[in-house]
Nanobody
């Protein structure tokens, strides 16, 4: 069983920055593919960024150049650095782990952007 705990959400002004963290339990973190998803009210949960165990990353087009996903395997933590936040960025952000065919989710952290 893997547990994911997100932190770092909150209120930020448009154009500002925020860093989300996701701390994972379990011994297989280093080979897991970790991702950040977001879900705005009334909308589906969509992938924002993903990083493989080897460090390969991919991003949804709307956040390329603004968001950076990274991981620290020694701390079993994945990060999402969010810069130049825009009005369409507010949502609940969820951490996701895919390990050996299994999928796990965190409880989510709210990000609110003020104009």
């Amino acid at each position: 069983q893997v547990q994911l705990v997100e932190s770092g959400g909150g209120l930020v002004q448009a154009g500002g920055s925020l860093r989300l963290s996701c701390a994972a339990s379990g011994s297989l973190f280093s080979i897991s593919t970790m991702g950040w998803y977001r879900q705005a009210p009334g909308k589906q949960r969509d992938l924002v960024a993903r990083i493989t165990g080897s460090g390969s990353t991919n991003y949804v087009d709307s956040v390329k150049g603004r968001f950076t996903i990274s991981r620290d395997n020694t701390k079993k933590t994945v990060y999402l650095q969010k810069n130049s936040l825009e009005p369409e960025d507010p949502a609940v952000y969820y951490c996701n782990a895919q390990i050996l065919g299994n999928e796990y989710w965190g409880q989510g952290t709210q990000v609110t952007v003020s104009s």
